[in-house]
């Protein structure tokens, strides 16, 4: 990946006529669904419709099935014809995500950690060689766990996945799906708490989700004020101690003021 990934929009696989109409929005990356979007019966029509996307050169990752299911092995066989496209684990573990990545090596990859199960194993989920990634799966996680996803009720396992993530020097992972898309005033809170709690974006369910979480990364015209602010003092001192706005300026506070900068207003990978 380049710039990160901010907004990740889902698609049902089997509905091919709204592919293009992802790919027309601001989305960082469309997600073509074979998974929970996908009736059993519908999941050989969607793996075609999605090869046939693929085929033209459209860029997307693909959430295939489970590694438990009967329809993994074909998801995975169309997705080896396809490196350029990426790919989303769900019920994401240790050994499932090692295998995974060892039948498709080198392409962009995100494990869905939406089990307490693979919850129970994080560390070793994120130390798997060549995971790029990790997605919280919110809504399974609360429905098996029965943690009520809201309020604060599952702030530590967030925090818990955001710094498990940086430990193993993974990009910050991503929020799980809100399931508001009307309100964009609650669209764009959810997901600068999501910021705010360290992740680097936010798994999207519906087009009108995609703008508010985009927004939410695009550093405001005070916070990139303060940045250059701080850049150009640090510039000045030379490597000697300095202030900015009355508060003394440290490598922490420079690396933020870079991370601002550099990374901000990044929302699309080219």
Not at 95 to 120: K, R, S
Not at 187 to 211: E, S, Y
Request: hydrophobic share 45%; glycine share 8%; aromatic share 4%.
């Amino acid at each position: 990946m380049s710039a990160l990934a901010r907004s990740l929009l889902f698609v049902p696989g089997d509905r091919p006529e709204r592919f293009s109409k992802a790919a027309a929005t601001e989305a960082s990356r469309v997600v073509l669904d074979l998974e929970d979007a996908v009736a059993p019966s519908a999941k050989s029509d969607a793996r075609e419709a999605i090869g046939a996307w693929l085929a033209q050169g459209h860029p997307a990752m693909v959430r295939i099935n489970a590694m438990d299911t009967p329809w993994f092995s074909e998801d995975l066989a169309l997705l080896r014809r396809y490196p350029h496209a990426g790919v989303m684990l769900p019920k994401a573990d240790a050994a499932t995500m090692a295998h995974t990545l060892q039948a498709l090596p080198g392409q962009e990859n995100v494990a869905l950690l939406e089990t307490v199960a693979g919850y129970m194993t994080l560390s070793a989920l994120a130390a798997v060689p060549g995971l790029q990634r990790i997605a919280f799966g919110s809504i399974d996680f609360a429905t098996e766990s029965g943690i009520a996803d809201e309020g604060d009720a599952l702030t530590s396992v967030r925090v818990h996945i955001v710094l498990t993530s940086l430990h193993a020097g993974l990009a910050a992972p991503i929020d799980g799906v809100s399931v508001e898309f009307n309100d964009e005033g609650v669209m764009q809170a959810n997901a600068l708490r999501a910021r705010t709690l360290g992740f680097g974006g936010k798994l999207c369910i519906h087009p009108r989700q995609v703008g508010p979480v985009n927004a939410a990364y695009v550093s405001s015209p005070a916070e990139l004020a303060w940045a250059h602010r701080v850049m150009d003092a640090a510039a000045r001192s030379d490597g000697a101690a300095c202030a900015v706005d009355g508060k003394m300026v440290d490598k922490p506070v420079i690396t933020r003021a870079q991370q601002i900068l550099e990374h901000g207003s990044q929302i699309r990978s080219p």
